[in-house]
Nanobody
Framework: QVQPVESGGGLVQPGGSLRLSCVVS????????VAWFRQAPGKEREEVGCVSSDSGLFTESAQSVRGRVTFSRDNAKNTAYLQLNDLKSEDTAIYYC?????????????????????WGQGTQVTVSS
């Protein structure tokens, strides 16, 4: 059973930073891209970004976080990371990571939710003073 599990959320002051982790069990993560999404209260889920498979040389980020976000991965730990800086109140949301059904042999990744089959339960990020 493939299961992503997010961690690292919490209460952060505006302007602060956090790093979320996504540990994937049930498969070797290396050949799979990892995407991040978030859902704020009362809003629809939106994409945050993704990191490509293998060494993760390609990343993509949504306009809302571009310039403040970094995606990375450590295949030896079966873990992907999201680093978000200069946090704003509008970053408050539940953050989810997701992996696709099968390996993706590509130098790119997609932020399209339908491309991803296995989702974590999410980790809450609250930005407030």
């Amino acid at each position: 059973q493939v299961q992503p599990v997010e961690s690292g959320g919490g209460l952060v002051q505006p302007g602060g930073s956090l790093r979320l982790s996504c540990v994937v069990s049930g498969r070797t993560l290396e050949p799979f891209p990892v995407a991040w999404f978030r859902q704020a209260p009362g809003k629809e889920r939106e994409e945050v970004g993704c990191v490509s498979s293998d060494s993760g040389l390609f990343t993509e980020s949504a306009q809302s976080v571009r310039g403040r976000v970094t995606f990375s991965r450590d295949n030896a730990k079966n873990t992907a990371y999201l680093q978000l800086n200069d946090l704003k109140s509008e970053d408050t949301a539940i953050y989810y990571c997701a992996v696709p059904w099968g390996p993706v042999i590509s130098t790119m990744c997609l932020m399209t939710p339908s491309e991803y089959r296995f989702w974590g339960q999410g980790t809450q990020v609250t930005v407030s003073s």
